[in-house]
Every structure is written in C-alpha cells, then in structure tokens.
C-alpha cells in the first residue's frame, strides 16, 4: 500500500517548481539541494487531526550529507560552472577562498541555512496541499501507516 508521501508526488514536483527562486537565492546550488533533499525525512504530526497537523522535517541524517554538499560546490569550482547559487557565501570564487582559509562561512551556518530551507520547503508544501485539497487525504493516510 502506498504511504502519504507517494500520494502527493504531484504536489512536490509543483512546489520543487515554486522553490526555485528561494534555492536560486541561497548559497546552495541545485544539484546541492538535491543532496540536502535526500537526507531530509517529512511526516506529518497529529495526522489523526487534520486541522491542528503540521508537516515536520526531520533533519538528522543532514549533517552526514554536509561535507558531500561541500564536494559538489568543489567540483563544480573545479569546472568552472560558479554562477548563482554555487558558493556556499554567495561571494563566488573569493568567497570559497576565504572560506578555505577559514574566514567565514562555517559548517554551522550552511546547516542552519540547509535546515531553514528545509522547513519553508514543508510548509509551502503543507500549503500547497491545503490549497488543493489534498491535505485531508495526507492526512487520514499518515494516520493509518
């Protein structure tokens, strides 16, 4: 039996659409928030309540994805694809270099970022799924898992 998550397929593919420009905006590139996107899992609390349920994130398999997100920005370094949302400063080539000094840009504020993003990623999606009807559904089926 399918569980919740295969059931609103649909609405993620719409809101990976609507996130864009919030990834295009942050310091991570698309291929890294591909990364951060497999590491993260959602579930919905109080699923048996409809109207007081909110989508979580459970975020703690992200730190172990942390350093495989700094490879890709190095790789792509590497290639020379920089362009928006590929440094993890958003100050391109100087700012890595900086970074790899050790100025700036630590570990910690790129995961708050990952996980700040993460969390409005769920609740555009929690939005999009009320708008559409399709958050009642979620919900009677999360209950039932």
Same mark, same amino acid.
């Given at each position: 039996?399918?569980d919740w998550k295969d059931?609103?397929?649909?609405?993620?593919?719409?809101?990976?659409?609507?996130?864009?420009?919030?990834?295009?905006?942050?310091?991570?590139?698309?291929?890294?928030?591909?990364?951060?996107?497999?590491?993260?899992?959602?579930?919905?609390?109080?699923?048996?309540?409809?109207?007081?349920?909110?989508l979580t994130v459970d975020?703690?398999?992200?730190?172990?994805?942390?350093?495989?997100?700094?490879?890709?920005?190095?790789?792509?370094?590497?290639?020379?694809?920089?362009?928006?949302?590929?440094?993890?400063?958003? %100050?391109?080539?100087?700012?890595?270099?900086?970074?790899? #000094?050790?100025?700036?840009?630590? /570990?910690?504020? =790129?995961?708050? +970022? &990952? %996980?700040?993003?993460?969390?409005?990623?769920?609740?555009? #999606?929690?939005?999009?799924?009320? /708008?559409?009807? =399709?958050?009642? +559904? &979620?919900?009677?089926?999360?209950?039932?898992?």
């Amino acid at each position: 039996m399918a569980d919740w998550k295969d059931r609103v397929v649909g609405e993620r593919m719409r809101v990976d659409d609507e996130f864009g420009e919030q990834i295009e905006a942050s310091s991570f590139s698309r291929q890294q928030w591909g990364l951060i996107m497999t590491a993260v899992e959602f579930r919905i609390e109080n699923p048996g309540d409809p109207e007081n349920a909110r989508l979580t994130v459970d975020t703690g398999k992200l730190p172990q994805v942390m350093s495989e997100i700094d490879n890709v920005e190095k790789q792509m370094a590497s290639m020379g694809a920089g362009g928006g949302g590929s440094t993890s400063s958003g %100050e391109g080539f100087l700012g890595g270099v900086k970074r790899a #000094l050790g100025f700036g840009g630590g /570990e910690d504020e =790129r995961y708050e +970022e &990952a %996980e700040a993003l993460v969390r409005e990623y769920a609740e555009l #999606l929690q939005e999009r799924l009320e /708008e559409n009807g =399709r958050w009642s +559904e &979620a919900c009677r089926v999360a209950a039932d898992e």
